[in-house]
Nanobody, 125 residues
């Protein structure tokens, strides 16, 4: 059973940076696609960034250029570096693991099978 556990959330001011981490336990995920999503109250879950086993990344339109996803298969971790945060980006941030490999990086939450509990990010104006 694959279990992602997120950490690194917190309260920051607009324009600040934050780095989220996801430690994945269980089976090896070396060839799985990993993604970060976020969900604000009353909103749909939104794709932020994903990375495949070749370390190719795909970003949601609102975050590209400010956020960076990276993976370390030896440490079973995936990180999300977030720069220039905006108040509207306050949400619960989730790490998700797809049970399939390949090069495709889906932006759809239903394509991911294993989810962490999330970490809260709050951005004050």
């Amino acid at each position: 059973q694959v279990q992602p556990v997120e950490s690194g959330g917190g309260l920051v001011q607009a324009g600040d940076s934050l780095r989220l981490s996801c430690v994945i336990s269980g089976n090896s995920f070396m060839y799985n696609t990993i993604a970060w999503f976020r969900q604000a109250p009353g909103e749909e879950r939104e794709f932020i960034a994903g990375i495949n086993w070749r370390h190719t990344a795909n970003y949601g339109g609102s975050t590209e250029g400010r956020f960076t996803i990276a993976r370390d298969n030896e440490k079973n971790t995936v990180s999300l570096q977030m720069n220039a945060l905006k108040p509207e980006e306050a949400a619960i941030y989730y790490c998700a693991v797809s049970s399939t490999g390949g090069l495709n990086i889906s932006t759809m939450s239903r394509q991911y099978d294993y989810w962490g509990q999330g970490t809260q990010v709050t951005v004050s104006s």
